[in-house]
C-alpha cells in the first residue's frame, strides 16, 4: 500500500500553497498522508542548504513566484517576513493531534498565517489563530515535542527543505521536493 511523508514547517510560504495544491490533485486523494512537523531553519542548517532569502535576486523571485502560485491555486497570500515568527509551539500541537483533527489544525494555521489573518510577528499569534478558526481551546495545550526527530527523520530520507513528500510503496521510496514537483508525486502515485 502507498503511503506520503509530507514534511512541513508552517514558516513555509511555499507548504502553504502545496497544502492547497495536493488537495487537487486526483491519484494523490486515494493515497494515505502523514503530516510531519520539521524544524525548517534546523533542516536547512543541517543539510547545508541556504534559506532563500538570504539571496537577494533568489528572495525577489521567490515573491513574484509566490504571488503567481497563490493566483493559479485561487488562494488568499500575504508575504511574512523571514524570521519574524517561532512556528514550533504550533508544530508542537501539531505532532501531537492525529487524523483529521491534526488536518484541520495544520489547514487552520496555514490558512490564518499566509492569507494575512493573524500577525504572527505578535506574541500571541497562534492564540489569533485558535480564535480566528475555533479551534479547541484543549489543543493550545496540547505539547508532543518529536520536531527535532521528525528534522532528523527528513534529513536521513535526503531533504533539505519544505515541502518535501516521500512516496512509500511504490517499489522503492521516491522523494519530491516543493509545491512545483505535486504534479510528478500524483503521477507515481498511480503507478
Known sequence: MKSIDFY?????PYTYLAMHR??????????????????????????????????KNKALYSLRDLKRWASFLDVPFK????????????????AALKGDEQLTFIQAVFDALWSGAVHPEEENWLDQVFLLK?????????????????TEAALKAGAFGVPTFILHGAGRSQMFFGVDRIDFLDRACLV
Open 8 to 12: 512541513f514547517d508552517f514558516i513555509s
Open 79 to 94: 508575504m511574512i517576513r523571514p524570521g519574524t515568527f517561532d512556528s514550533r509551539p504550533a508544530l508542537r500541537i501539531a
Open 22 to 55: 495536493i488537495n487537487t490533485m486526483t491519484a494523490i486523494k486515494d493515497v494515505p498522508i502523514q503530516w510531519i512537523p520539521v524544524n525548517l531553519p534546523k533542516l536547512i542548517n543541517d543539510a547545508g542548504n541556504v534559506p532563500p532569502a538570504s539571496i
Open 134 to 150: 475555533h479551534l479547541p481551546k484543549a489543543w493550545r495545550d496540547l505539547n508532543h515535542d518529536v520536531i527535532d526527530s521528525n
